[in-house]
């Protein structure tokens, strides 16, 4: 479930990647929600307004990405109660190095604190950096663990069917 998890974030994610600007420039908001037209806001920021409110879609790709997230930390800490530490202990730091990537990316939660001083790009490219750690990582140890139990089509289908009713009824 882990993997097909992650799949669905990197496919969010990518859809999110077409309209996300990584600037810190200052721009005034223009967009379609009307209490902030008129306020100065990074780009970054900015686009993800535009993303959340101007393009169809685009908010509904926000909250599953979001699921997702929130969904593969809650599996790891499962997957790690069941004994897989090896793998898993890594999966969740990375998971949560990850997320503050994205948090510091999107440039609203991280201001005014001390993190904010760290330009958007490079919260951006840890975001990405972080996300490819933990593909390669749930990568290794699903093929070790399918060498040690193979599984089957019924399995594989189930957890699918899983995963899908976590990402749309949370």
């Given amino acids: ?24 420039a200052m721009v005034t908001y223009d967009g379609g ?6 306020t100065e806001m990074s780009s970054a920021y900015h686009s993800i307004l535009d993303l959340s409110f101007d393009d169809p879609g ?12 929130i969904l593969l930390g809650l ?11 090896r793998y898993a202990l890594p999966v969740l730091g990375l998971a949560a ?16 604190t001390f993190l904010a001083r760290v330009p958007i790009p490079v919260w951006y490219g840890l975001h990405l950096l972080v996300a490819v750690a933990v593909a390669v990582l ?12 193979p599984r089957t089509a019924g399995f594989v289908a189930v957890t699918l069917g899983l995963t899908a009713m976590l990402i749309f009824t949370l």
């Fill in 58 to 69: 685009g908010l509904f790709a926000r909250q599953v990405h979001h699921r997702c997230t």
């Fill in 33 to 38: 929600y009307a209490p902030l037209r008129g």
């Fill in 75 to 85: 599996g790891t800490v499962v997957w790690a109660l069941l004994g897989r530490y």
């Fill in 97 to 112: 190095l990850a997320a503050l990537g994205g948090w510091g990316s999107a440039d609203d939660l991280l201001s005014g």
């Fill in 1 to 24: 479930m882990l993997i097909y998890l992650f799949a669905a974030f990197l496919i969010t994610g990518g859809v999110l990647a077409f309209s996300y600007v990584p600037s810190g």
């Fill in 138 to 149: 749930l990568v290794v140890s699903s093929r070790r663990e399918a060498a040690q139990q």
